[in-house]
């Protein structure tokens, strides 16, 4: 069964990807945001630039903070978004 999840790109990420958001139908063997990264660094050169270091990445699932391998099989809604810094 393919799942189709909402992607959110913020920031630096949002301009990289050259868009805010996308609907994606995952494929089979991305069950993991870190499998999704490279899935779209693999897709396209915007994606490439944007998850070249995935170490300057962070992840919500569904709205809460998630890891590079929480499960998504079942997500809605997956957002990728620099560290936030304030002070």
Known sequence: MTTSV???????????????????A???GVHTPEALMALLAERDERGAVAFADISFVHIAVDQNY??????????EEIAFFPPVTGG
């Not at 909402?6 to 994606?24: A, N």
């Not at 998630?66 to 997500?75: F, K, N, R």
């Open 6 to 24: 909402k992607i959110l790109y913020f920031s630096w990420l949002r301009e990289k990807m050259g868009r805010s958001e996308e609907t994606l």
């Open 66 to 75: 998630a890891e590079l391998d929480t499960l998504i099989e079942h997500a």
């Open 26 to 28: 995952l494929p089979s």
